[in-house]
């Protein structure tokens, strides 16, 4: 699908008066995102990029460029903060980068609701919810950098998600508002279970525009770090927290070999020491502290934002989920990571045989979380990369011993996180983008085969 043939001019002319450029410096850095936390996307992502990038500031504004892109068949790849970690948002076959930064409006704050455009930070989004006294149930490490429409088009858990479960989840994502990608584009709304047939979908099937999400009353979190000698006593405390009763937003432990990447931490997460970091609630502060003893560790940092944000100390969510790994990177780029689940409950056999036959190449990171009402403990281990074949040697030797690992080094759905081709994704795609020009190459490795051509490798 070579796009530097397409009728360029045709297409300007149809979307007069809304921002666009194609400066090759924008347009390079708007075509990229985190696909360098894996060497095997970096190697085939790097020189993937857009003909140029399309910035609506209006719902309207959308329907006009969906409408010129259906007309002159020009490949659309949206695109929020560009934080995604598979290439998400990175242009397979050139076309336009949909730059939906611009649409920040908040629409309507309402008692257990928010509605919102979609470019919004999420940032910026909690903090407007919280002059309600309410907050956001969840949201992704990258608060600061990440757009909601990413979040929900991209992401799938994080910070709330051991309180309030993981996006997917029934009730959390209330409506979708999207547009399609036809020459009179229509607009779809996605209510209830329908949710899914547009979430994470790595913004393949349809423009979404607007949100409505759940909210909750605002707590007081606080930023705790809980050290112990032992990781399997971590592990346990962080079971210990799973507790209805307890107001805990984050439950993140980490190795005792992380602490060389955190150097404002080292009062408080010195070398030698196993570390929890954790969101908790002012009521839970001191169970807490009481819980940590009992699994002989002990708190070292309780502090509310203010108090941290004085203190210049990183956020404790700024050290969880894909947050530790770019610790990790910002010190040595021979890092990348796996994503592992387990069977339920949580068995530590695999990671002690893991540990025994790969201990040099592997460093302990484990996340909790709740999935329809269940607590679950899944991983993001740190990995030494050598080469693919290694990688996926220890990816085979971690489902061997009965774990799942979604693949983080592939930039299609299928074969990435959802393990498997979405029918339901698929029939809406057909419905909302009946071209193919949306994000081409990303549902599946046949689908990138079919655009790309060839073995289906993306260089260009
Ligand atoms: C340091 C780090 C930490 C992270 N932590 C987490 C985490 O805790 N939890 C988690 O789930 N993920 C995490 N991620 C991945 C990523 O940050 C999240 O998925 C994030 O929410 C993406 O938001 P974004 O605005 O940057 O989206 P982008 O990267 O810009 O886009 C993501 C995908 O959504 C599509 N898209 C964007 N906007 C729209 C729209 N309006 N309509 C349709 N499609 C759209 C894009 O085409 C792309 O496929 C992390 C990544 C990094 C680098």
């Avoid at 149930?137 to 909601?148: D, F, H, K, N, V």
């Avoid at 439950?251 to 997460?269: E, M, P, R």
């Avoid at 009402?373 to 080469?387: C, D, N, S, V």
């Avoid at 698929?426 to 193919?436: L, R």
Wanted: proline share 5%.
């Amino acid at each position: 699908m070579p796009t530097e043939t397409l009728n360029w001019a045709g297409f300007l002319s149809d979307i007069e008066g809304i921002a666009f450029t194609d400066a090759p410096q924008t347009v390079k850095l708007k075509s990229r995102d985190y696909f360098w936390y894996s060497p095997i996307l970096n190697q085939k992502l790097r020189k993937c990029w857009a003909h140029m990038v399309v910035s609506p500031k209006t719902e309207a504004e959308v329907i006009t460029v969906a409408a010129a892109c259906a007309k002159w068949r020009i490949p659309v790849t949206p695109r929020g903060g560009g934080t995604g970690n598979y290439g998400q948002a990175v242009p397979l076959v050139g076309g336009i980068i949909l730059d939906m930064t611009q649409m920040t409006r908040i629409l309507e704050i309402g008692t257990g609701f928010i509605r919102c455009e979609t470019g919004i930070l999420i940032a910026d989004l909690d903090d407007a919810v919280h002059v309600s006294g309410q907050e956001l149930l969840m949201w992704p490490s990258t608060r600061s950098q990440a757009t909601i429409g990413g979040f929900i088009s991209g992401g799938s858990a994080g910070i709330g998600s051991v309180r309030h479960g993981v996006l997917r989840d029934d009730g959390n994502v209330r409506s979708l508002r999207i547009v399609t990608l036809e020459e009179t584009p229509r607009i779809i709304t996605l209510e209830g279970p329908d949710i899914q047939k547009a979430h994470h979908a790595y913004g393949t099937n349809g423009i979404i525009t607007e949100l409505e999400l759940a909210l909750q009353p605002a707590v007081d979190w606080h930023h705790g770090i809980a050290l112990f000698d032992e990781y399997t006593q971590a592990v346990q405390f962080g079971e210990a927290l799973c507790r209805e009763d307890y107001d805990i937003y984050l439950i993140s432990v980490v190795d005792k070999g992380f602490a060389q990447f955190y150097d404002k931490l080292t009062d408080v997460f010195p070398e030698g020491k196993h570390a929890v970091f954790s969101m908790v609630g002012p009521d839970t502060i001191e169970a807490f502290t009481a819980d940590a003893a009992t699994h002989g560790g002990h708190v070292s940092l309780m502090m509310n934002d203010t108090e941290i944000e004085q203190a210049k100390l990183p956020p404790a969510y700024e050290c969880s989920y894909n947050h530790t790994t770019l610790q990790a990177l910002k010190k040595d780029r021979s890092w990348t990571y796996l994503q592992v689940a387990y069977p339920q409950p949580y068995d530590p056999a695999a990671d002690t045989t893991m540990l025994a036959e790969y201990g040099d190449d592997l460093l302990r990171h484990h996340e909790f979380a709740r999935e329809r009402g269940e607590y679950q403990l899944f991983a993001i281990p740190l990995l030494k990369f050598t080469t693919a074949e290694k990688l996926y040697e220890i990816t085979a030797r971690y489902e061997e011993l009965g774990c799942t690992v979604f693949d983080a080094h592939v930039y299609t759905i299928a074969e990435g996180g959802m393990k498997q081709v979405d029918p339901v994704q698929m029939a809406f795609k057909a419905e909302a983008d009946p071209y193919g020009l949306m994000n081409p190459g990303k549902t599946s490795e046949a689908e990138a085969v079919a655009v790309l051509g060839g073995s289906g490798d993306a260089l260009p």
